[in-house]
Structures are given as C-alpha cells and as structure tokens.
C-alpha cells in the first residue's frame, strides 16, 4: 500500500488539493473618531413667575350661591428692551388691466363657431364673420395701443380662414365625385334609351 491511501482504500488529499481551507483572522475595525465637545448652552435670563391662582372653594350643599362679582383686571405684560415692532409693508398699486376688444372676442367666437358647426351652413356664415371682425380688431389694437386682445383676433382669424378652406375644399371634393362618381354625367349627356 501506497502512502496516499487509507485503510479503507480511499485516497488521502494531499494538503495542495484540499478544498477547504480556513479564512485568515479579519483585520481589526478601524476606531471612528471621537465625538467633539460642544460648548454648553446659553444660559437665558429667569421667566418672571406670576402668583399662582387659588382655586375656588367647593360649594357647600344647600348654600345660597354667592353674589357676582366684577373679575379682577389682569396686570399689564411686562415690557422687554430692544423689542421693536416689525415695520409696515408697502403697498404697491396693481397695473390697470387693459379692456379687450369686442371685436378680438367676436372673431375668437365665431371662429371656434365655425369650426363646431361645420357639417351644417353656419361654417360659412361665421367663418366669414371671423375672418372680417379679426381684421378690423388687429387694425383697432394697433392703432389704439391702450386696447388688447391682439392674439383673440388672431386666432379667430386663424379660425376662420381654416374654416373657409374646409368650406372651399368639400365643395371642390363635392364637385369632383358629383362628376366621376355621381349623376351628373346623366346630366351632361341625357338619358339615352
């Protein structure tokens, strides 16, 4: 027999092969530094104490109650020096709003109403209606600088004029499936039969 064996015929590993062996011993915790002193608290002056408030004696039963009288005043508050009062804010005025155009509204209005309404005749009416009332509302606003609502008539001619081109391109779509796809072609050249 072998040295590397055991009685009972199983290898021995050698101490190179041994799976396991023991951690080294952990390195000591690092000390944390000391907590630093703070200097002791202020001290502040004494609170003035108040005399202390008797209670009322119980109420002897079957006793007339005691007749009312006037509460005493309590003492002034004791005054500290240095106190000051905090000083008075200042009150600015609010800048005056500047009044908006009717006609700045009127555009924005019928503009939003001829996009809405747009599957009926109204689209055409109020599109058009935002688009003129848009117009003479920029000319108002620049000329009167103290008179707003510049972007209401911008966007109601915005609106407008989108709500004329919907208007021009469906008659335009209309017209054209009219003659490819509907009646009209019966029309131009009759009814043969």
Request: zero cysteines; glycine letters at 8%.
């Amino acid at each position: 027999m072998s040295d590397d064996t055991n009685p009972g015929g199983h290898p021995v590993p050698s101490p190179q092969n041994q799976p396991y062996s023991p951690p080294p011993p952990a390195a000591p915790a690092p000390q944390s530094p000391a907590v630093p002193q703070y200097p002791a608290t202020q001290q502040y002056p004494a609170v003035q104490q108040y005399p202390a408030v008797q209670p009322h004696p119980a109420p002897q039963q079957n006793a007339a109650p005691a007749p009312y009288s006037a509460p005493q005043p309590y003492a002034a508050a004791p005054q500290y020096p240095g106190a000051q009062p905090y000083p008075q804010a200042q009150s600015y005025p609010y800048a005056p709003t500047r009044p908006t155009s009717g006609l700045a509204v009127t555009s924005l209005i019928t503009g939003i109403a001829g996009i809405v309404f747009s599957w009926t005749f109204v689209l055409l009416l109020a599109s058009i209606a935002a688009v003129i009332t848009g117009h003479m509302a920029l000319k108002n606003t620049r000329e009167n600088t103290a008179l707003g609502g510049r972007g209401m008539a911008i966007a109601g001619i915005i609106l407008g004029y989108a709500g004329v081109a919907f208007l021009a391109l469906s008659i335009v779509f209309g017209i054209l499936s009219a003659i490819f796809f509907g009646s009209l072609p019966f029309l131009l050249y009759g009814i043969s039969s």
